[in-house]
């Protein structure tokens, strides 16, 4: 049967909607994405009307959807195309089309950039339809990241930080911009780091993507030595689709590094998840990161749940 794609538009949201949700559970992916998750990612400054696309099929409406993020870091300027196929609709070639439509937007934003982009893409170990689809487009893996998980029903850890530190959860909203400052610089270390605006920064936090009770900073004076932001409680359990807490950001500045501040931020939101009856906590890493992320985790009891790839290809 033939299918159309077009600009996806409000309207096709719900249907949209469904098909990445069937996709995830045909493929028995990690993350599972509700109504409030797409609104935000439809609304994040990174992504762009013009990269959304739907396609249609007579009879059936929207079988599939892909969105991409354009951003610019310091290992280039990435295109990070993102789309799901409903599980009754595959194999008809609909999302080669969607991935060669997001390829042309590359070609474009290359052309207004005048520089070149790299048209990126991820798949879980689970998503096998989507890693041959990438491998099939001349895509090649780039970068490998996990998905790390902690059962609080195991004993944790006790809490120790140097005695000239203090802990404190992020209540004081004036500390938002020296928040901010400090994880821009902490993140300046990783993998293709694009430095967040401020606006964007808060507006994450506006959206409800950070329980500030259950996010803690660590300082030196006046000085933000680290920060954990954590995404926790009733609201965020309901919006993510499970009742496991998540940890969004975690960075320690390089004076304060090898002191134990990772630890300490660490343990701090495990003890908070728990008290907000979380069964556990997960976050990501870069299986890569060269400042010892995964040991750190692992160290505190988290274990790897699940890998997710990154392919890529550059233009020209």
Excluded: K
């Amino acid at each position: 049967m033939p299918f159309v794609i077009r600009p996806f538009v409000e309207p096709d949201f719900e249907e949209a909607l469904r098909a990445m949700q069937a996709a995830e559970e045909a493929d028995s992916t990690p993350e599972h994405t509700t109504a409030a998750d797409l609104r935000f990612h439809l609304a994040d400054s990174v992504r762009r009307p013009e990269d959304q696309f739907v396609a249609v099929m007579p009879g059936a409406g929207v079988v599939a959807f892909a969105l991409a993020m354009q951003r610019d870091g310091s290992e280039g300027y990435f295109y990070l195309t993102d789309g799901a196929v409903h599980p009754a609709w595959r194999r008809r070639g609909i999302g080669r089309a969607l991935l060669q439509q997001h390829w042309q937007r590359v070609q474009a934003v290359s052309a207004g950039l005048n520089r070149p982009v790299i048209m990126a893409g991820r798949a879980f170990s689970t998503q096998t339809g989507v890693e041959a689809l990438f491998s099939g487009f001349d895509m090649t893996p780039l970068r490998y990241f996990f998905e790390m998980r902690r059962s609080l029903a195991e004993p944790l850890p006790a809490l120790e930080l140097p005695a000239h530190l203090t802990l404190r959860t992020w209540s004081e909203r004036r500390a938002d911009e020296a928040i901010w400052r400090a994880l821009n610089e902490a993140f300046a270390d990783h993998w293709n780091h694009a430095e967040m605006p401020f606006a964007e920064f808060m507006h994450r936090q506006a959206q409800g993507r950070a329980n500030a009770d259950a996010s803690f900073v660590v300082w030196d004076g006046d000085e933000v030595a680290g920060v954990a932001i954590n995404d926790m409680g009733p609201d965020a359990a309901a919006r993510r689709g499970n009742q496991h807490g998540w940890i969004s950001m975690l960075s320690v500045r390089r004076p304060w590094r090898q002191q134990g501040l990772g630890r300490g931020l660490l343990i701090a939101s495990l003890q908070a998840g728990a008290a907000l009856g979380h069964p556990g906590l997960g976050l990501h890493v870069d299986a890569a990161n060269l400042t010892g992320a995964v040991r750190l985790y692992e160290g505190v009891g988290f274990r790897v749940t699940a890998t997710r790839a990154m392919y890529h290809r550059a233009y020209p």
